[in-house]
């Protein structure tokens, strides 16, 4: 992915971003993740169904990293089992971490694939996922 089409992506994302809306709704599970270093603050929603996300949705205020890293995220998750989210997020977490993964499952989120070059921004794209996998750890342990 050249470097033009990874600034397109984040920024559609980050002007556009999907599934921000705030929930009300009890079925949904609610976690924040923040960073205490700026402004970002992200209430991600998680509406799990039979072992499979359903939806979910987003709302706070971050930056454009943040946003647009949540929006892919949501966009990639959603209709994936909580296996094949894990392996989703493993994914983006080795590639933000120059590790190797497997770039065809992480589709849009290959727009962060340079951005451990710029060691403070690793954070603010790693923060949506430190949310999800809080969400789903929890859902895990509550069916054992």
Known sequence: MDE???????????????????????????????????????????????DRIKDIKFDGEACAISTSSTSIMTVNLIGKTIEEANKYIKNFEAMVNEQDYDEEILKEGNAYNTIYKQNNRKHCALLPYIGIKKILNKKEKDNL
């Open 4 to 50: 033009e089409l990874k600034r397109e992506i984040i920024l559609e994302h980050y002007q556009n971003p999907k599934n921000k809306e705030t929930i009300t709704n009890n079925h949904y599970i609610k976690m924040n993740s923040n960073n205490e270093s700026c402004i970002d603050n992200i209430n991600l929603y998680v509406l799990i169904e039979e």
